[in-house]
């Protein structure tokens, strides 16, 4: 069984289908059909809702906006589902919901319940009027009638002067009804033919997935998800790894990070940025804030896209993963995982326990860069990362590497060996451009031409080099599309 809170009711589900959605189950199970389906992708933002769950020290909640129809009901297990049927309270409108219509944000409609949401979680979040941090809020949701300015309005509006609401009223029963209903063991969700698993240690993980090595793990589900609702596939046995806090855990050491492959992406932004200034800027290009809030940088590896963002950018920080399976544990080079398109070295019954990422180091110079057709809420066409230590003029260590340029997240050899032991200037970068490619030959789709990638990765190369040289006309990631 699993229980969870919809808004403010208790909901405990055992005989449910495991592949059912959070959209499908407002929508069909409880009747609750303001959340709607746009895309069933996670691209539009029209299904967004908010969860909210306990914080680390149990005294106060964290609210995130979640695109309904990539998330599976087994992952609400402990917390608190916030539909927009639940703003509007005792015949009043919640002053998101006013916003949006005292400044016209809402024509059809249609989007404007997942635009409510967002802009909850956004008031909930900050502490005032900030347009970056709305258009990152915003950015996972579309609008086909509307334009923005008014929904940014909106956004300033509810967050400049925010009015306490009922959630805050009922902060202090809502944090004591969820800690009565922590799991305390492995939650099921069982339909008969269909089941999903929820386990809440490491060590419980490991003995489910040896017992059933048929099993799909399920962290955020964002890539997992599409398989039931853009391909109609059926899951018959899922394991929810998103209650296992070992694996959510991010550990700083003297020498490296230590971060547990559930950790959400919105989550892994602070360390990783601290460490690393252009991998932060890149995270906040990865997809939309409800993704992010989702998605685990685990699931980012595991699932072995060729075009997955933050799979480069860890090779060339020379990142290793930790695999387990059932009490055995190894250490892997992450660039060593991946072996070709959607095939990895991990073996039967064995998972991403989590991934080592080597703190930052005076000596070396690390940049990354994402080129796409959109800014933000888009996928890679070509992302490059360049990770170089150069000693009186002389590249003394190099570690290059790409997505979007082969079947496989790639280190370019041919690249690094024509820059290793050379001096670092035009010459030497010219031959190095020249060698990618020897690394690779990319594929045409319909994001880029091979011609054009090709032609991008020696680009975005040059462009790391004049950074270098002038450090006063550099331009971030998130400046480059």
Not at 92 to 112: I, N, P, R, W, Y
Not at 201 to 225: F, N
Request: aromatic share 6%; proline share 4%.
């Amino acid at each position: 069984m699993i229980q969870f809170l919809v808004n403010q009711e208790l909901r405990n589900e055992h005989a449910l289908d495991p592949n059912m959605t959070v959209l499908q189950y407002l929508r069909e199970h409880l009747g609750k059909s303001g959340t709607k389906e746009g895309c069933a992708s996670g691209d539009c933002g029209a299904c967004t809702v908010v969860v909210g769950e306990l914080e680390e020290d149990g005294q106060s909640l964290r609210y995130r906006s979640l695109n309904s129809c990539l998330t599976f009901v087994s992952s609400l297990h402990g917390k608190q589902l916030i539909s927009v049927e639940g703003l509007k309270h005792q015949g009043e409108l919640h002053s998101v919901q006013k916003a949006m219509a005292d400044c016209h944000g809402s024509q059809c409609g249609f989007c404007t319940p997942g635009f409510v949401m967002s802009l909850f979680a956004l008031q909930k979040n900050s502490n005032g009027a900030d347009t970056q941090q709305a258009q990152e809020a915003l950015a996972g949701n579309l609008c086909r009638c509307t334009g923005y300015r008014p929904i940014l309005a909106a956004a300033e509006q509810s967050c400049a002067t925010p009015c306490r609401d009922q959630f805050d009223a009922q902060q202090a029963q809502t944090i004591a009804r969820l800690k009565a209903i922590a799991p305390s063991e492995t939650g099921e969700l069982n339909s008969g033919d269909k089941r999903c698993l929820v386990p809440l240690t490491v060590a419980d993980l490991a003995d489910l997935y040896s017992s059933h090595p048929e099993a799909r793990l399920l962290a955020g589900g964002t890539d997992l998800a599409l398989e039931v609702t853009q391909f109609h596939k059926t899951l018959p046995v899922m394991i929810y790894v998103g209650n296992v806090a070992e694996l959510k855990r991010i550990d700083k050491t003297a020498t490296h990070l230590e971060i547990g492959a559930a950790t959400p992406l919105t989550d892994c932004y602070g360390a990783l940025s601290d460490e690393y200034p252009d991998f932060g800027a890149l995270l906040h290009r990865f997809a939309s804030l409800q993704i992010r809030n989702q998605g685990t940088l685990g699931g980012n590896i595991g699932n072995a896209s060729p075009i997955g963002d933050s799979p480069p950018l860890l090779i060339a920080l020379d990142a290793q993963v930790v695999l387990r399976q059932g009490q055995r544990q190894r250490v892997l080079p992450l660039e060593d995982y991946f072996i070709d398109y959607r095939i990895t070295a991990r073996q039967d019954s064995e998972f991403i326990e989590k991934i080592i990422v080597p703190r930052a180091s005076n000596d070396w110079t690390f940049r990354a860069y994402k080129v796409s057709k959109r800014l933000d809420d888009d996928i890679s066409a070509v992302c490059a990362a360049f990770n170089l230590s150069i000693e009186n003029g002389v590249v003394s260590g190099v570690r290059i590497a790409f997505g979007g340029m082969a079947a496989i997240p790639k280190r370019a050899r041919a690249c690094e060996a024509a820059l290793r032991g050379k001096p670092w200037n035009q010459a030497t970068l010219e031959r190095a451009c020249q060698a990618l490619g020897e690394d690779f030959s990319p594929l045409s789709d319909f994001r880029a031409s091979k011609e054009y990638r090709l032609l991008t990765a020696q680009n975005l190369l040059r462009k790391y080099f004049i950074e270098l040289q002038s450090p006063h006309i550099e331009t971030r990631v998130t400046d480059y599309v």
